[in-house]
């Protein structure tokens, strides 16, 4: 099965698992955790905010993903991941390269068949696509060939930056 891509938009996925690209306050906020929060309904954000009373007093860490229900998506699980804000420092790869694997790892504890991931942080947190879209891939290498994993591209440029990456042009 491994990596497809796919231009669309992310609420939209039949998956067992919809990656979203969270803030560590869990309650909710613009791009994809906005569009997550009115299409999937207040159950997530009832979960979410039990999880910060008991959890994550202080908030999701950066680089950590906690898992959902997915409420009135067609899904069966949200996992929230809160990406690193672009800065230009190198160290901040590792913590978008950890989404990428701790969401796969909470996938893979629910047994999750299937799962979409938008592009973390390339949104309002500025990361730039191209480099989003090899951390992403990388991250991503060892993922086992049983589990579905889609990359769910807003736009044509990104879809289009993603299909060179993955094809390893872009690499
Ligand atoms: P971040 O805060 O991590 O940057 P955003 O949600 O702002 O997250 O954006 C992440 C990426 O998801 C951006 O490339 C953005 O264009 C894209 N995006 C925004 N809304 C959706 C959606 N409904 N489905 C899929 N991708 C989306």
Redesign the pocket.
Known sequence: MGITLVQ?????QHVDAVV????STLYG????????HRRGGPAILAECQQLRRTRYPRGLPTGEAVATTAGDLPARWVIHT??P??SGDDSRRDLLASCYRTSLAVAQELGAGSMAF??????????P?ED?ARVALEALGGAPDDLEIRF????AG?YAIFERVLSGRGA
């Open positions: 669309g938009d992310i609420t939209a979203n690209a969270a803030n906020g613009g791009g994809v955790d906005g569009a997550i809160v990406g804000v672009y938008p592009a973390i942080s390339t949104g309002i947190f500025g990361w696509m989003g769910v591209l807003f736009d990104a």
